[in-house]
């Protein structure tokens, strides 16, 4: 973005209009009186802030509103100067060499070089040198030194600390600046010294704040007789006429109080805008010619009205005037308000960095968590892996045990099944006792008396039993067939002996009077069902009848081929 900065002030007109009013008072002054008054003043307060700064020293204070020689001899030894200088920047000063607490009983001009404080004096103007502050020679330490020159270091060093403790924000108010990072350098004029100083601070802000940039060439020009025999007059021609008659020593005070005049003017200048602007809401929408139009926010106007106080009165503590033009101001106010759009967006910039940041760090968790998850959930699945194919052998064993059983049984069994008579009690007739796997039955014999005979078989059931009770003694091995063993249930008996009854059931079909083949077959298919993840069985029926020699497919529609062979 072009950062072409509004200047809708002319410097030149309010150094004009500030030499107009108090140009004769800019001179009339007292300057022996005033130099004396000012030094004093300067000197308790460099000595004020030694005091607060390093405290007590040998035992003693600085001396409170101490006079030129009582500043000069406390210092002298330069253990005061190092302590405070690393009060600053600690360790500026390694090794302060301490002196004996009645250094101050000796008498002004007497030799210290015993005590060695040349080395503190000489570390100490070292480090203030290099930290680009004022600093004075040695011999300003001694009786006829230039003491005002200690005065303005010690007053630069405090200066600095302010400013540092500031957090290093805005103006360094002291006349110097510390040494900048780059080697760029302000260039200053020897003539237009004591007044391009104040732009050359107004720079060092720039290096924060932008607000004057790089435009000192533009204010050295405007400083300068830039144009020779133009009708507007420089501030620097300006100066010169007010300075042409004046003594050398004179030329500061005045400086300084016509400096202080173009505050005021400057100040007064502001708060008139500030008062203009607060009245009347801005009116002027066209584009500035120098902002850059694209940064213009609708939206942003409203509370960027809120924030022109504050901005206004940071360019007046940033020491710059305004001429006071409506349209100036309106300028100005569009620079700002860009300016806040810019910030805005830059910290919306930074918010939506840090959700991106946030966003990231946290889908790494649930990559982390998801990958966790999934390696505890594949041993899970191993474990069960393992669990179920151990069942599987398990199970395997169990049936190998099963059928074994069902062969140590008997591969052949032959179960005896007493039909009840109708109209006549149980165990009546021919049937003798029926006992777990015998009967006996009396058979008639030719002298009238009765023969007993017994029969074995593996099980006999007498007229009471069920039809659960048959089928459970069968059940297991028609679980064989399940593991690939043949199976064959037959019955077999006279006519009306309850074969049918047996094996299907009775004409109306309960659910206690079905016989095994429908018990056998649900069995089956239960079974198969229990299995269906494991084993997959394929079922198939076929009912034949053997009658009279001859096979009859049961389940055949086409009765014709019905017989054997059924093709
Ligand atoms: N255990 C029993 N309990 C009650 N009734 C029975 C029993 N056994 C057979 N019956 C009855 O006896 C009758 C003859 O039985 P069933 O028809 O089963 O004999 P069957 O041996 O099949 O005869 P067939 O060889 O002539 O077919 C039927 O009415 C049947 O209900």
């Known amino acids: 973005m072009a950062t072409e900065p509004a200047f809708p002030f002319s410097i030149v007109s309010v150094v004009e209009d500030v030499i107009q009013k108090h140009g004769s008072s800019l001179s009339d002054i007292n300057l022996a009186t005033r130099k004396a008054q000012e030094a004093s003043s300067r000197r308790n307060e460099a000595a004020t802030w030694l005091r607060n700064t390093v405290g007590n020293v040998g035992g003693k204070d600085m001396v409170d509103e101490p006079s030129e020689q009582d500043f000069r001899i406390a210092l002298r030894s330069g253990i005061i100067l190092c302590n405070a200088l690393n009060k600053i920047q600690p360790g500026a000063v390694p090794k302060v060499v301490e002196a004996p607490s009645d250094i101050d009983d000796i008498p002004d001009g007497a030799a210290l070089s015993v005590y060695q404080y040349?080395?503190?004096?000489r570390n100490f103007l070292v480090t203030v040198e290099e930290m680009g502050l004022p600093t004075f020679e040695a011999s300003d330490l001694e009786e006829g030194g230039q003491s005002s020159r200690i005065v303005n270091c010690v007053l630069a060093l405090k200066s600095y600390s302010e400013?540092?403790?500031?957090?290093?924000?805005g103006l360094w108010k002291y006349g110097g600046n510390p040494k900048p990072p780059s080697s760029e350098k302000p260039v200053v004029r020897k003539r237009s010294e004591p007044f391009t100083r104040y732009f050359s601070r107004a720079k060092s802000i720039g290096?924060?704040?932008?607000?004057?940039?790089?435009?000192?060439?533009?204010?050295?020009?405007?400083?300068?007789?830039?144009?020779?025999?133009?009708?507007?007059?420089?501030?620097?021609?300006?100066?010169?006429?007010?300075?042409?008659?004046?003594?050398?020593?004179?030329?500061?005070?005045?400086?300084?109080?016509?400096?202080?005049?173009?505050?005021?003017?400057?100040?007064?200048?502001?708060?008139?805008?500030?008062?203009?602007?607060?009245?009347?809401?801005?009116?002027?929408?066209?584009?500035?010619?120098?902002?850059?139009?694209?940064?213009?926010?609708?939206?942003?106007?409203?509370?960027?009205?809120?924030?022109?106080?504050?901005?206004?009165?940071?360019?007046?503590?940033?020491?710059?005037?305004?001429?006071?033009?409506?349209?100036?101001?309106?300028?100005?106010?569009?620079?700002?308000?860009?300016?806040?759009?810019?910030?805005?967006?830059?910290?919306?910039?930074?918010?939506l960095k840090m959700i991106v940041h946030q966003t990231k760090e946290g889908m790494h968790c649930l990559h982390k968590k998801y990958m966790e998850d999934f390696v505890y959930l594949a041993r899970h699945l191993n474990n069960i892996d393992s669990a179920a194919s151990g069942y599987q052998?398990?199970?395997?064993?169990?049936?190998?045990?099963?059928?074994?059983?069902?062969?140590?049984?008997?591969n052949i069994r032959v179960y005896c099944r007493v039909r009840p008579l109708e109209g006549q009690p149980n165990n009546c007739g021919i049937v003798g006792n029926v006992e777990e796997e015998?009967?006996?039955?009396?058979?008639?014999?030719?002298?009238?008396?009765?023969?007993k005979k017994i029969f074995t078989f593996n099980k006999v059931f007498g007229p009471s039993a069920t039809q659960g009770k048959v089928f459970s003694d069968t059940q297991p091995l028609i679980r064989s067939v399940l593991d690939g063993f043949n199976v064959c249930i037959f019955a077999y008996g006279q006519t009306g002996s309850g074969k049918t009854h047996t094996m299907s059931g009775p004409d109306n079909i309960t659910e206690e009077t079905v016989g095994v083949n429908y018990r056998?077959?649900?069995?089956?298919?239960?079974?198969?069902?229990?299995?269906?993840?494991?084993?997959?069985?394929?079922?198939?029926?076929?009912?034949?009848?053997?009658?009279?020699?001859?096979?009859?497919?049961?389940?055949?529609?086409?009765?014709?081929?019905?017989?054997?062979?059924?093709?």
Not at 118 to 121: H, I, M, P, R, S
Not at 163 to 169: F, I, L, Y
């Open 393 to 410: 052998k398990v199970l395997e064993e169990n049936r190998k045990l099963y059928n074994q059983m069902q062969d140590l049984k008997g």
């Open 118 to 121: 040349f080395e503190n004096v």
């Open 207 to 351: 290096d924060k704040d932008s607000w004057l940039g790089d435009h000192s060439s533009n204010i050295d020009a405007v400083l300068h007789d830039h144009s020779e025999g133009s009708s507007i007059p420089s501030v620097y021609s300006l100066v010169r006429e007010i300075l042409h008659d004046k003594k050398q020593e004179e030329i500061p005070i005045i400086m300084e109080s016509l400096l202080s005049k173009v505050m005021e003017e400057f100040e007064s200048r502001v708060l008139t805008i500030q008062q203009q602007t607060s009245k009347t809401p801005r009116e002027d929408k066209e584009p500035s010619k120098v902002l850059n139009s694209n940064l213009k926010s609708a939206d942003g106007d409203e509370e960027m009205e809120e924030n022109d106080d504050v901005e206004l009165k940071q360019k007046q503590n940033d020491g710059v005037k305004y001429n006071g033009s409506e349209e100036s101001s309106s300028q100005l106010l569009k620079y700002q308000n860009c300016q806040i759009i810019i910030q805005r967006q830059n910290e919306n910039i930074q918010e």
């Open 520 to 567: 056998a077959l649900r069995d089956l298919f239960n079974l198969s069902e229990q299995r269906k993840d494991t084993i997959h069985y394929d079922i198939s029926v076929q009912m034949l009848e053997i009658y009279n020699e001859q096979v009859r497919d049961l389940l055949m529609t086409d009765a014709s081929n019905k017989r054997y062979p059924f093709c």
């Open 438 to 451: 015998s009967i006996s039955l009396i058979m008639p014999s030719k002298n009238g008396k009765g023969v």
């Open 163 to 169: 400013w540092e403790m500031g957090g290093k924000n």
